[in-house]
């Protein structure tokens, strides 16, 4: 029964990065941006978090500090993919790596490796702020992206941009806007890691993190509400790993630790086997827009 209770009460901590970095995901590719870079802006993030409580501060200006670590990182990726037009994936990729060898660089210098902290406590039935403002965070994507002027134009540059420039709509600045606007939300699934989760910077401390939200995006369909229930599904494995190895039960630990990465595999063959709706992939993901090819 403690087993039980102790896994369950355990399981939003695990699940709010993934619900955090996949929403801040579906507001850039509703822009028609496909962002590979998430795991380099959860990075980013991490490290500002665990810093800036290295350094002294509360909680809370950690978190914001991953906001704006997350929003630097996504800068450098739209001007790269919004502005510069140079290939999505590609960008993405190149971030993750940049921003790999920057935090593990940044945190070998400031000695901030392997340093324990505070971090944020829990303020109601063992969960903290974050986990109660994730659900209010998701209705708001969602009323964004659907009942604002910005959201349905975010939503038409990334369906048909050539279509959304003829009505007016800057489709380079809102795309611009929306790599930024989930650059934010992923900086801060990233300071939540580090600052709520494990309370320790150590290189790679993302875990993969980054890929998994991914794939949670394309589980939803890119959907906000979908993406808490993904979440919820990956929190419970992450949850369950270190709880079934402290029981000291006979099964190989890299077999646990690979159950995530098959759950993201049985995810996307799943996804990829369902058929399409209204709120499948944006017709437009990963497409450039130059207004002089517009026809």
Not at 93 to 114: D, K, R
Not at 137 to 158: D, K, P
Not at 198 to 216: H, T
Request: aromatic fraction near 10%; glycine fraction near 10%.
């Amino acid at each position: 029964m403690d087993f039980l209770l102790n896994w369950l009460v355990n399981i939003p901590g695990f699940a709010t990065p993934f619900a955090l970095a996949a929403m801040g995901l579906i507001i850039s590719e509703r822009a028609g941006v496909l962002n590979l870079a998430a795991e380099g802006f959860m990075l980013a993030g991490a490290l500002a978090g665990v810093g800036l409580m290295i350094v002294g501060y509360s909680p809370f200006v950690a978190l914001a500090g991953s906001v704006l670590a997350g929003v630097a990182m996504s800068f450098i990726f739209a001007i790269m993919a919004a502005s510069l037009r140079i290939n999505h994936v590609i960008a993405g990729l190149a971030l993750v790596f940049f921003a790999e060898a920057l935090t593990s660089y940044i945190a070998s210098a400031e000695g901030w490796t392997n340093q324990a902290i505070k971090g944020l406590q829990p303020i109601l039935l063992g969960q903290d702020i974050i986990v109660y403002a994730t659900p209010v965070l998701c209705a708001l994507v969602v009323w964004m992206l659907n009942r604002t002027r910005f959201g349905l134009s975010l939503r038409a540059v990334g369906e048909n941009p050539a279509a959304a420039d003829a009505a007016g709509i800057d489709v380079t600045a809102m795309r611009f806007m929306a790599i930024l606007l989930g650059g934010a939300l992923i900086g801060l699934a990233g300071g939540y890691l580090t600052v709520v989760v494990s309370r320790i910077w150590v290189d790679g401390v993302i875990g993969g993190r980054g890929w998994i939200a991914i794939a949670l995006v394309i589980f939803a369909r890119w959907h906000p509400w979908r993406v808490l229930v993904g979440a919820v599904l990956f929190g419970c494995i992450e949850a369950l790993i270190p709880r079934v190895a402290a029981l000291g039960v006979d099964i190989p630990k890299y077999f646990l630790q690979m159950t995530p990465y098959l759950a993201t595999l049985v995810v996307m063959v799943w996804a990829a086997a369902r058929g399409t709706d209204r709120w499948s992939q944006p017709a437009a993901l990963g497409q450039h827009h130059i207004r002089e090819e517009r026809t």
